[in-house]
């Protein structure tokens, strides 16, 4: 099936500075990757589309100043929280749907990220 | 607004027994529904995708129905393991274009040797 992975799995970083997450589609070529985040106890939500080669789309109130995203290659997409905050410590999720018109969507192992 | 409700509280199951979980949404045509399994510190695992048109999907112990009547689905395990124990969550594409997830809540599952 599908892989993608996700790097790093854990991170913690002081308040203030920015965090790069990776997330890689390994054995399939992904146009669009999605990237959600989750607090404890609750479900995910979707922050932003990356699209390959164009500007991603954010969701409402998601700031992209805040979430940059980069979709540099059909099979890597990055997400930089910059200048971070304790409250943006959570658990950072990616996905990937394979081409081929399938509606499923395979997901990294997440990245748990804490801000001091 | 889109709304997808999932039984927050957790559902505890002797092993052996059937697990049944709920999804209902409302203010929304989905063409077809998704469940999902996550692991604590994980991310979720697709399991199963249900179209409109179809009433009843089976994948090895899991079964899942999908009334666009009710709007609702149904989850089953059958024959529950402890390696069942995780969350389940359903999802439904967004009403725009792009295909994007929109998910529920979860439901824990807790099964018990």
């Known amino acids: 099936g599908a892989v993608v992975s996700q790097h790093p799995s854990r991170v913690i970083c002081k308040s203030g500075t920015s965090v790069k997450i990776e997330c890689r589609s390994l054995?399939?070529?992904?146009?669009?990757m999605f990237w959600y985040r989750q607090f404890p106890k609750q479900s995910l939500m979707l922050m932003a589309t990356?699209?390959?080669?164009?500007?991603?789309?954010?969701e409402q109130g998601v700031e992209k100043d805040k979430f940059l995203i980069n979709h540099a290659s059909l099979t890597l997409s990055t997400l930089t929280v910059t200048s971070a905050h304790p409250e943006d410590s959570s658990f950072y999720i990616c996905?990937?749907?394979?081409?081929?018109?399938?509606?499923?969507?395979?997901f990294g192992p997440g990245t748990r990220l804490t801000v001091l | 607004s889109q709304k997808i409700e999932q039984n927050s509280e957790a559902l505890n199951i002797q092993e052996g027994k059937t697990a049944t979980l709920t999804c209902n949404y409302t203010?929304?045509?989905?063409?077809?529904l998704q469940w999902y399994r996550q692991d604590p510190g994980r991310g979720p695992v697709f399991l199963l995708l249900?179209?409109?048109?179809?009433k009843e999907k089976r994948k090895e112990r899991l079964k899942v129905t999908f009334d666009t009547t009710l709007k609702q689905s149904l989850f089953h395990i059958t024959a529950s393991q402890p390696a069942d124990s995780a969350t389940y969550l359903c999802?439904?594409?967004?009403?725009?274009?792009?295909?994007?997830?929109?998910f529920g809540g979860g439901t824990r599952v807790l099964v018990k040797p």
């Open positions: 996905s990937a749907r394979p081409p081929g018109g399938a509606y499923e969507q395979f």
């Open positions: 054995d399939f070529q992904a146009t669009t």
């Open positions: 990356s699209n390959e080669g164009s500007k991603a789309t954010y």
């Open positions: 203010n929304y045509s989905p063409a077809y």
């Open positions: 249900i179209r409109e048109n179809e």
């Open positions: 999802a439904l594409p967004g009403a725009a274009a792009g295909n994007k997830l929109t």
